[in-house]
C-alpha cells in the first residue's frame, strides 16, 4: 500500500469537491459570460464560489480575481503591478520558481532580500533595501514550500508600507493551513490555489486591493472584471470553492492532526536518525511540514530508495524536482551544499495516520544506512 507524504506539491482531490464539480462536468455546461439560462447558472456558481474563496482568506469576493492557478497568480501580481510603477523589484531569497523565475524575466531591476539560518525573512536586509527609496514591490511568502517556515508578513507589510511601496504575498502553502486573513497580511495582492487544499489543479486565485493599479497579464473578453481575459473554468471554479469551504471549517482539526503527525515524526527521527538535520526546527513552521537531510545520503537517492518502498516524499519544491541542484531556499539558509543535496520533505494531510509515521520511521533509517538496496525486502519492512 503507497503512503502519501508529499501534499505540499499537490493534494488529493475530496470526494466532496468531486460530487460538487460533477453537475458542471456534466449537464451543466453554460459559458458564464452568456445571458440564458445555462449561461445565468454557469454565473450563479461561479459567484459562490468566489464568496467561498473570499471567506477562507477573509477578503470580500470582490477582490478575488480566478486565475489558472498559483503560478498564475503571482506572475499577475508581479508584472500587473511592476508596469503601473517605475522601480526596484524585491522578492526574498527562498520564494516559490513561480516568484524567482518571474522576477528574473521582467525587465525591471530586482534584488534578493536575505533570510536567517532558521529561513525566515531578515528584516534588516529588507529595511536596508527598502532604506535606498526606490522600491516599487516587494514578493515574500506567507510559509516556504520546502521548510515550512512562516515569515514575518506582518512585519514585512509594516516596513513595505511605510517605504511607499507595494506588497504581493504567496499564501499558496498557507491558505487552509493556517488562520490567515488577507487584511491581517497587509498585502495588496495575494497568490492563493486550488489543488493544495484538496480541490482541482488548473484553478487559484489572486485576492487584491482594488485601490491599486494592475495591468491584465491576459487580454480578451473582459472577464473577471477585466483583468483576466478567458472563459472560466466553471468545474474547476466550483471545486475551488467546494475546498476553500471545508479547508475553512476544518482548519483548526486538519492543523491539530497534521501538527500531532508531524511531531511524532520529528521525535521518532532524531530517536532513529541522531545523525539526521531537520532544517528551520527553531522556526515557526507549517503543522504539516518536516524538512531533514541525513548526512552522506543523496536526497534523490533516498526518495527512490523510500519509493520503492511505497512512500511518496519530496526532496523539496515539485516546481524544481529533477534539476540535480541543491535546494536553492537551503542554500539561502546557509546550509552547506553537501548537506542540502540530502534534503528529504514529508509534507502532511489530512489522511495520513499514526501508523503511517511509525511505519515510515521503522522503514527510513534502514534504507539510509544500507549500502545494498536490493538486500531489503518491503514486505518484511511492512511497507
Same mark, same amino acid.
Not at 177 to 206: C, E, F, N, Q
Given at each position: ?9 499537490t493534494t488529493p482531490? $475530496?470526494e466532496?469537491?468531486?460530487t460538487?464539480m ?7 455546461f453554460?459559458n *458564464?459570460?452568456?445571458r ?8 450563479a456558481a461561479?459567484?459562490? %464560489?468566489?464568496?467561498q474563496?473570499a471567506a477562507?482568506v477573509? %477578503?470580500h469576493? =470582490?477582490q ?6 498559483? !503560478?498564475e497568480?503571482?506572475n499577475?501580481? #508581479?508584472?500587473g503591478?511592476?508596469?503601473?510603477r517605475?522601480g526596484r ?12 523565475e !518571474?522576477?528574473e524575466?521582467?525587465d525591471?531591476?530586482?534584488a ?6 532558521q =529561513?525566515r525573512?531578515?528584516?534588516?536586509d529588507? $529595511?536596508r533595501q527598502l532604506g !535606498?527609496?526606490?522600491v516599487?514591490v516587494?514578493a515574500?511568502?506567507?510559509a516556504?514550500n520546502?521548510t515550512?517556515?512562516i ?7 509594516d516596513?513595505?508600507?511605510a517605504?511607499?511601496?507595494l506588497?504581493?504575498? $504567496?499564501g499558496v ?5 493556517? %488562520?490567515?486573513?488577507y487584511a491581517d497580511?497587509g %498585502?495588496?495582492?495575494?497568490a492563493i490555489?486550488?489543488?493544495k487544499i484538496?480541490?482541482p489543479?488548473?484553478?487559484g486565485?489572486?485576492v487584491l486591493d482594488?485601490r491599486v493599479?494592475?495591468?491584465? #497579464?491576459?487580454?480578451g ?17 466550483v471545486?475551488?470553492g467546494a *475546498?476553500a469551504e471545508l479547508?475553512k471549517a476544518e ?7 497534521t ?9 521518532g527521527?532524531a530517536?532513529a536518525?541522531p545523525?539526521a538535520v531537520?532544517?528551520?526546527a527553531e522556526?515557526?513552521r507549517?503543522?504539516n511540514?518536516?524538512?531533514f537531510a541525513?548526512p552522506?545520503f ?6 527512490m ?10 526532496s523539496?519544491?515539485?516546481c524544481a524536482?529533477?534539476?540535480g541542484?541543491?535546494?536553492?531556499v #537551503?542554500?539561502?539558509?546557509?546550509v552547506?551544499?553537501?548537506v542540502?543535496?540530502g534534503?528529504?520533505?514529508v509534507?502532511?494531510g489530512? $489522511?495520513? !495516520? ?6 515510515f520511521?521503522?522503514v527510513?533509517p534502514q534504507?539510509a544506512?544500507s549500502?545494498?538496496?536490493?538486500g ?5 519492512m511492512?511497507a
Amino acid at each position: 500500500m503507497n503512503v502519501y507524504f508529499d501534499h505540499n506539491a499537490t493534494t488529493p482531490l $475530496d470526494e466532496r469537491v468531486l460530487t460538487a464539480m460533477l453537475p458542471h462536468l456534466r449537464d451543466q455546461f453554460g459559458n *458564464a459570460a452568456s445571458r440564458h439560462a445555462p449561461g445565468r447558472s454557469a454565473r450563479a456558481a461561479i459567484d459562490t %464560489a468566489r464568496e467561498q474563496v473570499a471567506a477562507l482568506v477573509g %477578503a470580500h469576493p =470582490g477582490q478575488v480575481v480566478f486565475t489558472a492557478g498559483g !503560478t498564475e497568480a503571482d506572475n499577475m501580481a #508581479l508584472k500587473g503591478l511592476s508596469a503601473c510603477r517605475r522601480g526596484r523589484l524585491l522578492y526574498s531569497a527562498i520564494e516559490h520558481p513561480a516568484v524567482l523565475e !518571474t522576477a528574473e524575466a521582467m525587465d525591471v531591476p530586482s534584488a534578493t532580500i536575505a533570510v536567517d539560518g532558521q =529561513g525566515r525573512v531578515d528584516l534588516a536586509d529588507l $529595511d536596508r533595501q527598502l532604506g !535606498t527609496g526606490d522600491v516599487a514591490v516587494v514578493a515574500v511568502m506567507v510559509a516556504n514550500n520546502e521548510t515550512g517556515a512562516i515569515q514575518p508578513v506582518a512585519e514585512v507589510s509594516d516596513r513595505v508600507r511605510a517605504a511607499g511601496a507595494l506588497l504581493h504575498v $504567496d499564501g499558496v502553502q498557507g491558505a487552509g493551513k493556517l %488562520a490567515m486573513r488577507y487584511a491581517d497580511t497587509g %498585502a495588496h495582492t495575494l497568490a492563493i490555489s486550488s489543488h493544495k487544499i484538496y480541490g482541482p489543479k488548473g484553478v487559484g486565485a489572486l485576492v487584491l486591493d482594488k485601490r491599486v493599479d494592475i495591468r491584465p #497579464l491576459l487580454h480578451g473578453g473582459g472577464h473577471e472584471g477585466g483583468l483576466r481575459g478567458g472563459t472560466e473554468n466553471t468545474a474547476a471554479i466550483v471545486g475551488f470553492g467546494a *475546498a476553500a469551504e471545508l479547508a475553512k471549517a476544518e482548519r483548526a482539526s486538519r492543523h491539530e492532526h497534521t501538527a500531532g503527525l508531524r511531531d511524532r515524526l520529528q521525535a521518532g527521527l532524531a530517536a532513529a536518525l541522531p545523525e539526521a538535520v531537520i532544517f528551520a526546527a527553531e522556526a515557526e513552521r507549517l503543522p504539516n511540514t518536516l524538512q531533514f537531510a541525513v548526512p552522506g545520503f543523496e536526497g534523490e537517492s533516498l526518495l527512490m530508495a523510500l519509493d520503492q518502498f511505497g512512500f511518496a516524499v519530496s526532496s523539496g519544491s515539485a516546481c524544481a524536482s529533477g534539476s540535480g541542484e541543491p535546494s536553492h531556499v #537551503l542554500l539561502a539558509m546557509g546550509v552547506d551544499p553537501v548537506v542540502a543535496r540530502g534534503a528529504i520533505r514529508v509534507s502532511l494531510g489530512k $489522511d495520513n !495516520t499514526a501508523d503511517e509515521i511509525d511505519r515510515f520511521l521503522a522503514v527510513l533509517p534502514q534504507v539510509a544506512r544500507s549500502q545494498s538496496m536490493p538486500g531489503l525486502n518491503p514486505a518484511v519492512m511492512g511497507a
